[in-house]
């Protein structure tokens, strides 16, 4: 349309540097969100060099180790990945509200994208879904939504 000014991302890689942030809980789920991530990274021009993989125990660790990531300039994206699944766990809200939470808060103060690939599930069956099958795996997906933003931001 004529007159109207429109900015968006393109999707290339190419060149940067991301870190990808993953916990240990559940890793079995975890494993196939990493591989997503790296998946999606690569075949949009990442070379493996631009990738750093840091493990952490779980979700509820994501926040802080985002915000050192974020805050020391080396990184221009990040992506957060986890799984938490209901199951028998009381811990379950406590842990899936801190880390959305805390990883919203890190990414508005710190201007550094997170790609939000934290599965929060009922149980086992639906994190299974979400990490390469049926339903599509979350941790590409949060890549290509951090990419996307990175690519906005640099034009506003
Ligand atoms: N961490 C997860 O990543 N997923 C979970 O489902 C989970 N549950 O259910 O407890 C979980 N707990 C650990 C938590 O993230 C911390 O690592 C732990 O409490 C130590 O601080």
Do not use: W
């Not at 994501?62 to 915000?67: D, H, N």
């Not at 509200?97 to 599930?121: D, R």
């Amino acid at each position: 349309m004529q007159h109207i000014k429109s900015i968006e991302g393109q999707l290339s890689a190419k060149g940067l540097r991301i870190a990808l942030v993953a916990g240990r809980f559940n890793d079995i789920i975890v494993d196939r969100l990493i591989g997503g991530a790296v998946d999606y990274l690569t075949r949009h021009g990442l070379a493996p060099e631009g990738i750093t993989i840091v493990r952490i125990p779980g979700a509820f660790e994501l926040p802080i180790v985002c915000q050192k990531l974020a805050k020391s300039g080396a990184y221009d994206g990040i992506v957060a990945l986890g799984a938490v699944i209901r199951g028998a766990t009381p811990h379950f809200d406590f842990v899936a509200n801190e880390a959305s939470k805390g990883l919203a808060q890190v990414s508005l103060e710190s201007g550094v994208p997170i790609g939000f690939g934290l599965l929060t599930t009922e149980n086992i069956e639906q994190a299974i879904e979400r990490a390469g099958s049926k339903a599509g795996n979350k941790g590409a997906d949060a890549a290509s939504a951090m990419l996307e933003t990175i690519r906005v931001l640099e034009q506003i």
